[in-house]
């Protein structure tokens, strides 16, 4: 065999070597252990970046992860009959898609990185929410082929919560996203009070909990108003600016229960929208990590 055949055989298998024992050496972004590494599924390694967490886990996180692959509702997205959507006479956001069910393993990464500040999972669970957004994408654009974002919201905390987390976990996950897929972040939502843990309310509390709890910031809708008309649309001295098609807001969470806080938001920006520029058509969609 030529020399030159024989050195490129002998690099090739220096390199996967190094390959694999830097695998084994690498701990996982989640668990932080240094078991084998997963094999990326398909999917995921084409949508994601090649330095996603998401695409580093170890087999057993990885495996661990259930991801919501066939949707039984429309418009929560829920892979089970919904009984909320049911009973709903109208909603102010068209539709939600989550990326995977709440299950035991999801309701600890959450808590790890909500309550103790785990900065490890922020990543990870920013990964999963991408893979929400990159196949509401590709729903939306089967039916409208120019689709795009105008901004990403993300659900406010209380500034009692804030000050006990230390920051909000949507507004990292969706800070994130917007980084990556180059979308406008916009803060326009603020919560009005504190609110008890959604987790430790039954349905109808939940429900009840979102009257008035959140609001549109005037001054944020007003400026964003202004610079969205600025950039789409015609306008004259004589006449107002006429919109070309619909604001595309996407308001991002963790979870979704009852649909009762993205609703709270999607009522909030609609009111605020309405009462600035009445003929402005407004389009609200949601993403959130993990639907229960």
């Known amino acids: 065999m030529p020399l030159n055949l024989i050195t490129g055989s002998i690099r090739r298998i220096a390199g996967r070597l190094g390959d694999l024992l830097s695998e084994a050496h690498t701990p996982c972004p989640i668990c932080q252990l240094t078991a084998r590494k997963s094999a990326p599924d398909p999917f995921l390694r084409s949508a994601l970046p090649r330095d996603a967490k998401l695409l580093q886990l170890c087999r057993g996180c990885a495996s661990a992860i259930p991801w919501i692959t066939n949707i039984a509702c429309a418009v929560c997205g829920r892979p089970d ?23 035991d393993a999801i309701r600890e990464w ?14 990870p ?47 990292k996950l969706a800070s994130l996203l917007c980084a990556r ?15 008890e843990k959604k987790s430790l309310q039954s349905r109808f509390a939940r429900l009840q909990s979102v009257d008035g709890l959140f609001t549109a910031d005037p001054e944020a809708v007003s400026l964003f108003i202004s610079e969205w008309l600025s950039r789409g649309t015609a306008a004259s001295p004589n006449h107002p600016p ?16 009852t649909g009762s806080t993205i609703e709270a938001c999607a009522a909030a920006l609609h009111e605020a929208f309405d009462s600035q520029a009445p003929r402005l058509p407004l389009d609200i969609y949601a993403i959130t990590l993990a639907r229960s």
């Open 81 to 103: 009959p919904c009984p909320d959507c049911r009973r709903r006479s109208s909603a102010h956001f068209i539709l939600n898609r989550s990326a995977v069910r709440y299950d």
């Open 110 to 123: 959450l808590a790890l990185f909500k309550y103790r500040g785990d900065e490890r999972l922020v990543r």
């Open 125 to 171: 669970l920013a990964d999963m929410l991408d893979i929400a957004l990159i196949r509401l994408d590709h729903e939306l654009r089967n039916r409208l082929p120019a689709h795009r974002w105008d901004a990403i919201i993300p659900v406010p905390v209380s500034p009692d919560r804030l000050m006990e987390r230390g920051f909000n976990q949507a507004e």
């Open 181 to 195: 897929r180059g979308v406008p972040l916009a803060e326009l939502l603020i919560r009005t009070r504190h609110s």
């Open 242 to 257: 006429v919109p070309q098609r619909s604001i595309r807001l996407l308001i991002v969470d963790d979870i979704y229960t």
